[in-house]
């Protein structure tokens, strides 16, 4: 069965404390990796597409990487503002319907 | 640029009652939709979704049905809301292509509280 791991479930940084969240995951033939970042009471914002092992990404402090079997979103130097949950899906059974993580709830204090 | 709607924001319903969600994508022709559920501290869960007007797959069994009746609405309902039912629902859309997985673009949400 295809599935979606994000660890840790809860993070709670200090501002300008960099760190990781990590997304595994065990589909096979993997069609692309997804990050959002989900705000309390709003809908999911898309962040990053990553299709091939090896490819990253950078937006402002957020950096995600693709291995074959993981993702890491790395933030470095975070704001209170990055504060939110954010969340990884992957394709499952075909190219049109994705499979969510759990999400990593992201806490930056001042 | 595409937006996506979804109203009502926030509903509180009866056990028993029957429910209307309503989804509209503007700024793009021919789009995925898909709707999502989120309970309280958990994933998102697809319910439904399409590839066109009148084409609706869904994948989980549950009291809940969508249409598709014009090719930028899509609408969830039920004739009769469980307690189960509560939750935030999510509309999304991504371009219909072939190859690669699209990304999937996320409306407001509804937050439903069935009591």
């Known amino acids: 069965e295809d599935q979606v791991t994000q660890s840790p479930e809860a993070l709670r940084l200090q501002e300008g404390e960099s760190s990781s969240l990590n997304c595994s995951y065990t589909?096979?033939?993997?069609?692309?990796l997804f990050w959002y970042r989900q705000d309390p009471g709003k809908g999911p914002e898309f962040l990053f597409t990553?299709?091939?092992a090896g490819e990253e990404k950078e937006k402002e402090r957020l950096k995600a990487t693709l291995t074959k079997k993981e993702s890491f979103l790395h933030i470095t130097a975070p704001k209170p503002e990055d504060s939110a949950t954010y969340l990884c899906?992957?394709?499952?059974?075909?190219?049109?319907?994705?499979?969510f993580g759990q999400g990593t709830r992201l806490t930056i204090n001042p | 640029s595409q937006t996506i709607h979804q109203w009502p924001a926030t509903l509180v319903q009866p056990v028993g009652s029957p429910l209307s969600l309503e989804c509209t994508v503007e700024?793009?022709?021919?789009?995925?939709l898909y709707w999502y559920r989120q309970a309280a501290g958990r994933g998102l869960q697809l319910l439904f979704y399409?590839?066109?007007?009148?084409?609706i797959s869904s994948e989980v069994p549950q009291n809940l049905s969508a249409s598709r009746p014009q090719d930028r609405q899509f609408i969830l309902s039920s004739k009769k809301l469980l307690l189960s039912d509560s939750g935030f629902y999510l509309c999304?859309?991504?371009?219909?292509?072939?190859?690669?997985?699209?990304?999937?673009?996320f409306g407001p949400g509804t937050r439903l509280t069935v009591l």
């Open positions: 999304a859309w991504s371009v219909r292509t072939s190859g690669f997985t699209d990304t999937q673009y």
């Open positions: 589909v096979s033939g993997l069609r692309g």
């Open positions: 990553l299709y091939s």
């Open positions: 899906a992957v394709p499952f059974q075909g190219a049109q319907k994705l499979v």
């Open positions: 700024g793009t022709s021919n789009p995925n």
């Open positions: 399409s590839v066109g007007i009148g084409q």
